[in-house]
């Protein structure tokens, strides 16, 4: 197996090789997700998807925010973990 450099690639084929500085990923000339209208991306992780069926509305600071499951998920778990020690902290007792 044979690989070739990224100056020999582009003066083969034509296209630039490129790094997209959001979206973190190697392009080919531009990138295709910062092309496109259609693309939805995450403001906390930068995540990108063609459509939105990989995000949900979160509410951040008072506000809703469109984003992926996986921030979603994070911003939820510190909420219940901030929950929990707050109830930790609360004697309780006299309630029995």
Known sequence: MSYIDKE????????????CNVHHITVLDTCQYCEDDNAVEC?????V???DKDFTWTRVD?????LCWACTDRIHTAELAKDARAASII???YLD
């Open 8 to 19: 020999e690639y582009e003066e083969r084929y034509g296209e630039h090789v490129g790094y």
């Open 43 to 47: 403001p906390q992780c930068h995540f």
């Open 49 to 51: 998807d063609m459509d």
């Open 62 to 66: 008072g506000e809703l925010q469109l």
């Open 91 to 93: 004697n309780v007792d």
